[in-house]
């Protein structure tokens, strides 16, 4: 049987500052107006006229896991032991790109002007409304600015996941939704 294999072929990186006087607002929204990876749509975001797809040359959610290990010494009756003990896994938004700094509202820009902040994000591998894609919250961080002469300034950033994640998996019509808090939602 051949692999079932993955293009991206019109990704989309959306991001907006989150606004906690947004009405309704809750801190356990992964999108805005808490919508989830299944409902949210580019006009969901306070920037949408931000996306800066054309100028992302690879974004991507990282999962890291999280496990440390307890090592018990040995005694006269037993023998050294090293235990795992699982912690939650961590996430990063990987994302590289041409820079910009030449564009006035460029991701460049939104980078720098709200370094620290915490954004929402919408992830997909093609447009914002097709699965797969992921939505959640990142902080966020300055890029690079300029580099080396005559060449294609490009740069890359990992902006810290704050929680685990929504992400949509499958295609248009056969879905499964699993979200940050563990629910699992099956679409025909």
Request: glycine share 6%; charged share 20%; net charge negative.
């Amino acid at each position: 049987m051949d692999p079932n294999i993955i293009n991206i072929t019109d990704g989309q990186l959306i991001l907006a500052v989150v606004d906690e006087a947004a009405v309704g607002y809750s801190a356990a929204w992964q999108a805005p107006a808490g919508k989830t990876a299944a409902t949210a749509v580019l006009a969901d975001y306070a920037d949408a006229e931000a996306q800066w797809s054309c100028q992302v040359t690879s974004g991507k959610l990282t999962a890291a896991k999280n496990v440390q290990r307890r090592d018990r010494a040995a005694t006269f009756c037993s023998a050294a032991s090293s235990t795992p003990q699982v912690g939650s896994s961590t996430y990063a938004l990987d994302v590289a790109f041409f820079q910009d700094a030449h564009v006035r509202d460029g991701l460049s820009a939104f980078l720098w002007e709200n370094d620290t902040l915490e954004a929402f994000f919408l992830l997909a591998a093609d447009t914002a409304t097709a699965p797969p894609r992921a939505v959640g919250r990142a902080i966020i961080t300055s890029g690079s600015f300029l580099g080396e002469p005559r060449a294609d300034l490009t740069d890359s950033v990992s902006l810290d996941v704050v929680r685990k994640p929504d992400v949509l998996f499958g295609t248009t019509g056969s879905t499964r939704l699993i979200t940050g808090a563990g629910v699992v939602t099956d679409s025909p």
